[in-house]
């Protein structure tokens, strides 16, 4: 079986090249025999690469938001074509217009593709303020098969009028934690923190830094406890990621010199830096604010999943797995009074929270990366002998 994904991938730094490179690593692992390649993304230079960890050769394929995707049939037709054509699909990779649908009927016209699947990793609601995004939607039964994450997702697509028959709902897949048994100093160490300002009860909030990850409704949160009697170092914040805007830069800055204990590793971290740094904290605290008419699910959640430590989340529709398999951890969207409740409630009833979230870490195990490898190389078997 040959294979090529369309997508991002390291050392882009993007959630959908990490969630690929996992994928293409666990497909391997179950048959080395697959012919993966990958067609990226030239936002980390044009030059061909090998990617020795998952064992796939990275051919620079396309440009963010293109109009054209000469390149990537060009690519294509260097394979000599291939049986799956994957595209990992996110509207600030692709753009809103209809540039990989062209490109994919030109592919099926020169007979370089057998089936075409495309993964949406968000999908738009029709009350979103985003120009393309639904024209788009409205055109994805052009595709042999439509990958979604959620149950939102499904039915939001279902509702547009994609085909029942084109739709499979995967879950985000998830790396069990390998980093539990090491002791905090050593992880402290590999992580390049101090020591001294790592104290008290540790919450994490790993990822991306934009507005809409809510980093500023947490520090309110824990500022309220600290203000009802607590010591700053009763809690330590570990904030780890990516700036991706100045705003959320100066409220970090503004943290650090006012608020509770926290430490700020500012850069972009690889998936086992994320790992170490679950496995440092008592809990992951993701206080998100909803982004609007968007559904997606969190990468970042199903890293902390495999942590098998609490998780804090709002009810925000990228966190709905939690709130389906651990309701009790959620709160509402904008509130740090419910949050700093929640925060003061697991600290004082950790040995409840932890067989509380049992359903959850059962799902961990249940969407593990190699099982997430096995659902998608059904899919395409069951694609290939299709008519």
């Known amino acids: 079986m040959r294979i090529a994904y369309a997508t991002t991938y390291p050392p882009t730094h993007c959630g959908v090249g990490e969630y690929t490179r996992m994928l293409v690593t666990a497909l391997h692992s179950l048959d080395l025999s697959l012919d993966i390649s990958i067609l990226a993304d030239m936002r980390s230079g044009g030059e061909y690469r090998y990617d020795e960890l998952a064992k796939v050769p990275v051919y620079p394929s396309f440009q963010h938001e293109e109009y054209s995707y000469n390149r990537l049939l060009d690519r294509l037709s260097e394979l000599n074509g291939v049986n799956i054509l994957h595209i990992q699909h996110e509207y600030g990779i692709f753009g809103r217009h209809n540039g990989i649908i062209h490109a994919v009927e030109e592919a099926r016209d020169e007979r370089l593709v057998g089936k075409v699947v495309i993964t949406m990793h968000t999908v738009d609601h029709p009350y979103t303020l985003r120009d393309g995004t639904l024209s788009f939607q409205n055109q994805l039964n052009v595709f042999d098969k439509v990958i979604v994450h959620s149950f939102l997702q499904e039915f939001e697509l279902l509702h547009q009028g994609v085909e029942q028959v084109k739709l499979a709902r995967i879950p ?15 992880l402290v160490e590999e992580l390049g923190l101090n020591d001294n300002l790592v104290n008290g009860f540790i919450l994490a909030v790993p990822g991306f830094l934009r507005r809409d990850k809510g980093l500023d409704l947490l520090v309110k949160a824990v500022k309220m406890l600290i203000d009802d009697g607590g010591s700053r170092d009763d809690y330590t914040i ?10 959320t830069r100066e409220i970090v800055e503004e943290i650090a010199r006012n608020g509770p204990n926290m430490v700020f590793i500012d850069r972009y971290l690889s998936s086992n830096e994320i790992l170490r740094l679950v496995a440092l904290a008592d809990a992951v605290v993701l206080p998100y604010r909803d982004r609007p008419a968007a559904y997606s699910v969190s990468g970042i959640l199903h890293l902390s999943m495999g942590g098998m430590k609490p998780i804090i989340g709002t009810r925000a529709p990228r966190l709905i797995e939690l709130y389906m398999y651990a309701p009790r951890m959620t709160v509402p969207t904008r509130s740090p009074e419910k949050l700093m409740e929640k925060i003061m409630w697991l600290r004082e009833n950790y040995e409840i929270a ?4 049992s359903q959850l870490y059962s799902y961990a195990v249940r969407t593990e990366w190699h099982r997430i ?5 059904s899919l395409y078997k069951q694609l ?3 008519s």
């Open 384 to 386: 290939l002998t299709s």
């Open 172 to 186: 985000h897949g998830t790396l069990l934690n390998p980093y539990l048994w090491k002791p905090k100093y050593m």
């Open 354 to 357: 932890i067989p509380y979230m």
């Open 373 to 377: 490898a096995r659902r998608h190389l």
């Open 238 to 247: 570990i904030v780890a990621g990516e700036v991706r805007d100045e705003k």
